[in-house]
């Protein structure tokens, strides 16, 4: 029993490990196949045809107590963290982003602590360290600009999702996975779609690699990435499903050396090795143990 209680634990962390590989996968089609300077734009037709997608195939309402935790649940997931999401990235560096957005698993360690009592392991901490240097290593540059907005602006998006993560275990709904997650998918697109109307231009004639790149985000990168995260949250801690955010970076690393040709230096595969073990100790440590 105790050895089939733990290939169901690792096959649900590996089941949750896809969210974030595609997740890092859109960087690539983002950067490659969509029309530039439009950020709020792709994150809307990123959510909101996924949601109303779900929120149709589930047909199931949450109670009507839920309903404003799951608009604050949508807030936190989705709507506020996409948007500072992309001004982070808009003013900064895509590494700094990336390494100020991997104390996310500390963050949630500290919200299960002081909320819950649930002091972190050792190990969880000291690897969710070690993951923020390996990220540094991996991503970060001698040039890296520090500007004082998108720096708040990624440390209020890491905020925003480690509470997202913590409060969508702790608040779990009397609804499916795929309505919860359809749910918060319709709420924070249409959170996002003032924000696109007021500070993006419009899109131009999309030709049809870019109507692909914008489908791909959507299923791929809403529909498919945000139910397998949700239902990971369900099923495994809030720490271990926030160190698997880390394979988000490290997907786009790759399939950026891969398919376009981008370097990797020594100190960046020793940094990639580094967070893959942060990931891996932080998995073990959280890990539920049997009782003695």
Excluded: E, H
């Amino acid at each position: 029993m105790k050895t089939s209680n733990r290939i169901a634990t690792w096959a649900d962390v590996l089941t949750t490990a896809l969210a974030p590989v595609i997740w890092g996968s859109t960087y690539i089609v983002t950067t490659q196949l969509l029309p530039p300077d439009r950020p709020f734009t792709a994150a809307l037709l990123r959510v909101l045809p996924a949601g109303i997608l779900l929120t149709l195939f589930s047909r199931r309402l949450p109670q009507r107590g839920q309903w404003g935790r799951l608009l604050l649940l949508s807030a936190l997931n989705i709507g506020f963290f996409q948007a500072l999401l992309f001004v982070a990235a808009y003013r900064l560096p895509g590494g700094l982003a990336a390494v100020v957005g991997a104390i996310q698993p500390l963050l949630v360690m500290g919200l299960a602590w002081s909320v819950d009592g649930r002091r972190p392991p050792g190990l969880a901490v000291a690897a969710g360290v070690v993951g923020i240097g390996g990220m540094a290593a991996l991503l970060l540059s001698p040039g890296s600009a520090w500007d004082a907005v998108g720096i708040a602006a990624a440390l209020a998006g890491a905020v925003c999702m480690a509470a997202g993560t913590f409060l969508a275990r702790r608040w779990r709904p009397d609804v499916p996975v795929l309505a919860f997650t359809g749910w918060q998918l319709l709420a924070g697109g249409l959170m996002l779609a003032p924000v696109a109307a007021l500070v993006d231009a419009p899109l131009p004639a999309l030709s049809g690699p870019q109507l692909l790149g914008y489908a791909y985000l959507s299923v791929a990168g809403a529909m498919l990435a945000y139910a397998l995260w949700f239902r990971g949250i369900a099923r495994l801690s809030p720490v271990a499903v926030s160190s698997l955010g880390l394979l988000s970076p490290l997907t786009a690393v790759a399939l950026g050396w891969a398919l376009l040709g981008q370097s990797l230096g020594g100190v960046s595969l020793l940094g990639m090795a580094l967070v893959i073990g942060s990931i891996l100790a932080v998995q073990w440590a959280s890990a539920p143990r049997a009782p003695a």
